[in-house]
């Protein structure tokens, strides 16, 4: 069974900065695109930054100037670290991951939502 691990929310003042992680946990072959995902009331959930088993990133224009996406070398583990946060990156933030099987199929899992909260 495949389960993502989500950690490094918090409560940070606009202007600060904050890191978060998660990595992929369980039986499977490989980790394809690893990615960040927000979300708040009312909206649906958008892309923050994605990026794939080669390391190539994409960002949301909205987070591509103060947001930097990374993995480690297993590649099992995405980090989204996040500087100049504003009020409106306020939401729950889920990680995503196209796992591969044994089976050679690739699905997609999301973890379980981290709040991150930008206030003075």
């Known amino acids: 069974q495949v389960q993502l691990l989500e950690s490094g929310g918090g409560l940070v003042q606009p202007g600060g900065s904050l890191r978060l992680s998660c990595t992929v946990s369980?039986?499977?072959?490989?980790?394809?695109?690893m990615g960040w995902y927000r979300q708040t009331p009312g909206n649906l959930r958008e892309v923050v930054a994605v990026i794939t088993s080669r390391g190539s990133p994409y960002y949301s224009p909205s987070v591509m100037d103060h947001f930097t996406i990374s993995r480690d070398n297993p590649g099992n583990t995405v980090l989204l670290q996040m500087n100049s946060l504003k009020p409106e990156d306020t939401a729950v933030y889920y990680c995503?991951?196209?796992?591969?099987?044994?089976?050679?199929?690739?699905?997609?899992?999301w973890g379980q939502g981290t709040q991150v909260t930008v206030s003075s």
């Open positions: 995503n991951a196209d796992v591969q099987s044994s089976d050679q199929s690739v699905s997609p899992y």
């Open positions: 369980g039986s499977f072959l490989r980790v394809e695109t």
